[in-house]
């Protein structure tokens, strides 16, 4: 029986959300997480800005950049983001990478 089996040793996790066209013309969500830093950028028209993390855990990550609020359910994968008062789902493929 191993003692370190259930130690979770991971330093470094990635996810990128690569957005299919939306109205709101985020293309990219890509989030950086290691055991000190959490950071988040979003990519609209080809230009990368830097969102607030405001919640992170395992089952969502919630951002903000301006008026943007992301909602990212991690168990279903569905990303929805209001922006004044109007709600939008976005089709995103996932990609994880992990040290």
């Known amino acids: ?11 470094f996790e990635q996810k990128k959300y690569f957005c299919e066209s939306n109205k709101l013309d985020i293309e990219l969500i890509d989030i950086l997480e290691t055991r000190s830093i959490k950071k988040s950028y979003l990519t609209i028209k080809g230009k990368e800005y830097l969102a607030n993390i405001d919640t992170i855990n395992n089952k969502e990550i919630n ?6 609020n992301i909602k990212i359910n991690l168990e279903s994968d569905e990303i929805s983001a209001t922006n004044n008062k109007n709600i939008f789902f976005l089709n995103c493929e996932k990609s994880n990478f992990n040290i």
Request: net charge positive; with cysteine.
């Open 63 to 68: 951002l903000t950049f301006n008026e943007i």
């Open 1 to 11: 029986m191993s003692i370190i089996s259930g130690c979770n040793f991971k330093r």
